[in-house]
C-alpha cells in the first residue's frame, strides 16, 4: 500500500506571493492533518480534515489555509506569503479523526522557501 | 493542557551502546503517547506507540519505550545503536479528540559514533 505522498517536494517562493500544497493520504484514509516544522518552533498543528470538513485548526493566520476533497486528497493554501513561513509542512493520514489511538502516518513533506 | 519535554536536544553514543533518549509529559487525561523518527530530508516515521494496556511498548528498530505513570514519563531505548540509527527523534502525546492534534517535543538529535 502506498504511503502518503505530498507534492512538491521543494519549492520557492518569494514574499507576498501564494503558494498550494498537495497531499494524498493512504488508501483508505479519511483524515488529514498539516503540521509545519521549523527550526525553532519545532512541529506545530496547522488543521485536521475528515470527510471534507475541517474539525480543527491550530494558532496560525487566516493566511493558511486548507481544504479537503472528496477522494480525501487534501490541499493547503498560504497566502501572502512571509519570510517565517519558511518551513517543512508534513501531511498524516489517518483512518478515523483525532489520531489517538489510530496512528498517524506521515509523507515526506513539503520544503518551502520563502525568499 | 498537555505538553511534552525531550530532555536534551542531542544526545551521542557510540556504536553498540546503549541509547536512552528521555521524554516526559503532563497530561489531564489518559495519555496516548508516540515516538516518531525523522531522518534527513524526510517525514516522520512512527516507531511506537502507548494508548492503553501494557506499560512496555516495542516498536521498530529494536527500541521499545516504558510508560510510568508515576514519573509522567516515556523514555526510549534500544540496547545496542546501529550507526543507521542516527536521526532525529520527537516524542508526542496526542491533546485530546476536541484538538485532533499531537503535541510535539523539540526533538532530541541522536549521533552514533563508530
Known amino acids: 500500500k502506498a504511503g502518503v505522498t505530498q507534492t512538491p517536494r521543494y519549492l520557492i517562493k518569494t514574499r507576498g506571493q501564494q503558494v498550494t500544497l498537495s497531499c494524498s493520504p493512504i488508501s483508505g484514509h479519511r483524515s488529514v492533518s498539516w503540521y509545519q516544522q521549523t527550526p525553532g518552533q519545532g512541529l506545530q498543528f496547522l488543521f485536521e480534515?475528515?470527510?471534507?470538513?475541517?474539525?480543527n485548526k491550530g494558532n496560525f493566520p487566516g493566511r493558511f489555509s486548507g481544504r479537503q476533497f472528496s477522494n480525501s486528497r487534501s490541499e493547503m493554501n498560504v497566502s501572502t506569503l512571509e519570510l517565517g513561513d519558511s518551513a517543512l509542512y508534513l501531511c498524516?493520514?489517518?483512518?478515523?479523526?483525532?489520531?489517538?489511538?489510530?496512528?498517524?502516518?506521515f509523507g515526506p513533506g513539503t520544503r518551502l522557501t520563502v525568499l | 493542557a498537555q505538553s511534552v519535554t525531550q530532555l536534551g536536544s542531542h544526545v551521542s553514543v557510540s556504536e553498540g551502546a546503549l541509547v536512552l533518549l528521555r521524554c516526559n509529559y503532563s497530561s489531564s487525561v489518559p495519555p496516548y503517547l508516540f515516538w516518531y523518527v525523522q531522518y534527513p530530508n524526510q517525514g516522520l516515521q512512527l516507531l511506537l506507540k502507548y494508548t492503553t494496556g501494557a506499560t512496555l511498548v516495542k516498536g521498530i528498530n529494536g527500541f521499545e519505550a516504558e510508560f510510568k505513570k508515576s514519573e509522567t514519563s516515556f523514555h526510549l531505548t534500544k540496547p545496542s545503536a546501529h550507526m543507521s540509527d542516527a536521526a532525529e527523534y520527537f516524542c508526542?502525546?496526542?491533546?485530546?479528540?476536541?484538538?485532533?492534534?499531537?503535541?510535539f517535543g523539540q526533538g532530541t538529535t541522536l549521533q552514533v559514533k563508530p
Open positions: 480534515y475528515f470527510s471534507e470538513t475541517q474539525r
Open positions: 508526542a502525546v496526542f491533546a485530546g479528540s476536541n484538538t485532533g492534534k499531537l503535541i
Open positions: 498524516a493520514s489517518s483512518l478515523v479523526p483525532g489520531g489517538g489511538t489510530d496512528t498517524q502516518y
